[in-house]
């Protein structure tokens, strides 16, 4: 089993930051990419940041500028660092990640519970 646990979802004011945090524990032989989605009210969920294992990111383009995700391998961590939040920011943002739970498997994907992101203006 494989657990995603995500951390520092808020309500700031506009033109504010936050900083989320995804931990990924349980049967983990390696992590293929973690990201990070978000679902607005009304809305279907869309990309936002996605890191692979290499290091390459890729960021959606409402957000390249202010948002940074960042990784530590060791700790099977991921975090979205997001500066200048603008109202249309306000979703709930889920962490993904693609898994292998062992050497011989097909890598999974797997979802955290979802944090509340809210941008006041």
């Known amino acids: 089993q494989v657990q995603l646990v995500e951390s520092g979802g808020g309500l700031v004011q506009a033109g504010g930051s936050l900083r989320l945090s995804c931990n990924a524990s349980?049967?983990?032989?390696?992590?293929?990419?973690m990201g990070w989605y978000r679902q607005a009210p009304g809305k279907e969920r869309e990309l936002v940041a996605v890191?692979?294992?290499?290091?390459?990111?890729n960021y959606a383009d409402s957000v390249k500028g202010r948002f940074t995700i960042s990784g530590d391998n060791a700790k099977n961590t991921v975090y979205l660092q997001m500066s200048s939040l603008k109202p249309e920011d306000t979703a709930v943002y889920y962490c993904?990640?693609?898994?292998?739970?062992?050497?011989?498997?097909?890598?999974?994907?797997?979802w955290g519970p979802g944090t509340q992101v809210t941008a006041s203006s």
């Open positions: 993904n990640a693609i898994i292998k739970t062992s050497r011989w498997g097909l890598p999974s994907n797997y």
């Open positions: 349980g049967n983990i032989f390696s992590i293929n990419a």
């Open positions: 890191i692979v294992s290499g290091g390459s990111t």
